[in-house]
Structures are given as C-alpha cells and as structure tokens.
C-alpha cells in the first residue's frame, strides 16, 4: 500500500547520486546467495540548491543484504540529490568548464602513473604497529575517464538498461525513465552518463561518471593498502562534483587517526 501510494511520485524528477555508506559485518564467499532488501527511509527538502536554486529533495535509501544462512551481511545507506531537470539546466553551475586535449607528454605521464603503480598487499599482513598517522597509501591513477570506461561499468554492474522489446516494456513500467532523443525516439534519461547531448540538456558541459564508480575506487585503494586478511568493516564517501568524460582522477588517501571501538 506504501508503495502503491508513493509510485512515480517524484517521476521526471532528475537524481544525482550523493554519497554512501557501507557497514560490512560477515564474509561473502564464493557460493553465497545473496538477497537484497532496499527502501527508502527519508526525504529532506532543500531550498536554494546548488544545482540551480528553488527546491531540491535529498532521498535517504538503505539496501540490507542476507545470505542464505540469514546472517545480515551489509547494510548500505546512500543519498540522491534530486532537483528538477529545468531548474538544473538553468543554473549553468558547470557552463563554465572547458574541456581540452590531453597532450602527448600528459599522456606519458599517466602511462607511466600505471605502468608503476604499486602491486596490492596481498598476503602480506598489516599490523597495528605498522600503521602510523600521517602514512599515505599509494595513489592509484583512474583514467582519463572514456565513455568506454562508463559502458564497461555498466556491463559489470547490471545497470538496468535495455534495447528493443525489452526497453518498449521497461517503459511501459516506468515512463518517466525515457525521453525523446534528437531524432524523436525514446531513450533511457540515464544516457546523461555516455550522451554529451543529453548531459548538456540537464545544465552540464559533458557526459558524467557514476558516483558509485568513485565508491569502487576508493574500496579499490583502501584494499590494496590493507591487504588480503585485513577486514575493511565500514566505508563513507561524499560526491561533491562530477567527474566529466575526459578527467582524469588521482585516487589517494591518509591515515588519519588509530583508535580500538568495541575492543577490536
């Protein structure tokens, strides 16, 4: 009944993925079945949005994920921004950014970043004692972001998209998830991520990435650091701004601070 009430209520309204939040509580192994359980648990209203003023709503979701032996094996909070598509085209927050060539020696240099980036850990363990405040885990170079890079995510993710037929019944379902193209045929809204075009109609310069691709990154730098028996148990990102077909992102980090919590 919830949801029957709520259904396409905020349907045209455009989302812009914000941030999350992981809490990791047992391992999952090769075999398990996993089963998601994923709702929405808050709406904040905003006003003056950074995406072009008048009102903007922050959706609060949480996804619970159990295996088959029903122990609760994640849980993930995340956040979408969602404002509407004609108030983000007309605040051009982002009109003013140009986007250049990359020149043959800036290519060099990243082609080098990769060609010597540092292996993972592995099996080689990380003690408490080994870790101090200030350490800086090495930088791992992501990049110079490709539409490619964005279809190869997608592919690997499951994102949802379809093609003919199936496409004609996703729409059936869900209307507001299409929108005519240039030549007048339906096409998803999420194009915005591989579509210049239809990122510009929204108020950006370029095509953008998927904020869950930079989770996967920094899970990616956390992990190579901590090695293979460590335990990565909680991770949190904020996504500030859009990482746009063509930059290039340097994903580093810092320890900050050593504590014990719950005497672990």
Same mark, same amino acid.
């Given at each position: 009944?919830?949801?029957?009430?709520?259904?396409?209520?905020?349907?045209?309204?455009?989302?812009?993925?914000?941030?999350?939040?992981?809490?990791?509580?047992?391992?999952?192994?090769?075999?398990?079945?996993?089963?998601?359980?994923?709702?929405?648990?808050?709406?904040?209203?905003?006003?003056?949005?950074?995406?072009?003023?008048?009102?903007?709503?922050?959706? =609060?979701? /949480? *996804?619970?994920?159990?295996?088959? #032996?029903? !122990?609760?094996? +994640?849980?993930?909070?995340?956040?979408? @921004?969602?404002?509407?598509?004609?108030?983000?085209?007309?605040?051009?927050?982002?009109?003013?950014?140009?986007?250049?060539?990359?020149?043959?020696?800036?290519?060099?240099?990243?082609?080098?970043?990769?060609?010597?980036?540092?292996?993972?850990?592995?099996?080689?363990?990380?003690?408490?004692?080994?870790?101090?405040?200030?350490?800086?885990?090495?930088?791992?170079?992501?990049?110079?972001?490709?539409?490619?890079?964005?279809?190869?995510?997608?592919?690997?993710?499951?994102?949802?998209?379809?093609?003919?037929?199936?496409?004609?019944?996703? =729409?059936? /379902? *869900?209307?507001?998830?299409?929108? #005519?193209? !240039?030549?007048? +045929?339906?096409?998803?809204?999420?194009? @915005?991520?591989?579509?210049?075009?239809?990122?510009?109609?929204?108020?950006?310069?370029?095509?953008?990435?998927?904020?869950?691709?930079?989770?996967?990154?920094?899970?990616?730098?956390?992990?190579?650091?901590?090695?293979?028996?460590?335990?990565?148990?909680?991770?949190?990102?904020?996504?500030?701004?859009?990482?746009?077909?063509?930059?290039?992102?340097?994903?580093?980090?810092?320890?900050?601070?050593?504590?014990?919590?719950?005497?672990?």
């Amino acid at each position: 009944e919830i949801r029957a009430r709520g259904a396409h209520a905020l349907a045209g309204v455009h989302e812009f993925f914000a941030g999350d939040d992981w809490e990791l509580f047992v391992p999952i192994k090769a075999g398990d079945r996993m089963t998601k359980r994923y709702y929405l648990y808050a709406v904040d209203e905003k006003t003056n949005s950074a995406m072009g003023g008048g009102r903007s709503l922050i959706t =609060r979701y /949480r *996804a619970d994920f159990t295996n088959q #032996r029903g !122990e609760l094996a +994640a849980v993930q909070r995340f956040h979408y @921004v969602r404002v509407e598509r004609d108030s983000a085209k007309k605040s051009g927050k982002y009109a003013a950014i140009e986007r250049t060539p990359y020149s043959d020696e800036q290519i060099d240099a990243i082609e080098a970043a990769y060609a010597n980036q540092p292996p993972p850990r592995g099996s080689e363990d990380r003690y408490w004692e080994d870790v101090n405040v200030g350490d800086e885990l090495a930088t791992l170079p992501k990049g110079p972001l490709t539409v490619t890079d964005t279809l190869a995510w997608m592919r690997g993710w499951g994102a949802g998209i379809h093609n003919s037929r199936l496409a004609w019944k996703h =729409r059936q /379902r *869900a209307p507001k998830f299409y929108s #005519r193209n !240039e030549y007048g +045929a339906w096409d998803v809204v999420e194009r @915005v991520h591989w579509d210049d075009a239809a990122s510009r109609a929204i108020g950006n310069p370029a095509a953008y990435d998927f904020g869950r691709m930079r989770s996967a990154f920094l899970s990616h730098v956390v992990t190579n650091w901590m090695g293979d028996n460590a335990w990565l148990w909680r991770m949190k990102s904020e996504y500030r701004r859009f990482n746009f077909v063509g930059d290039m992102q340097w994903v580093k980090g810092k320890v900050l601070g050593k504590s014990i919590e719950d005497g672990h």
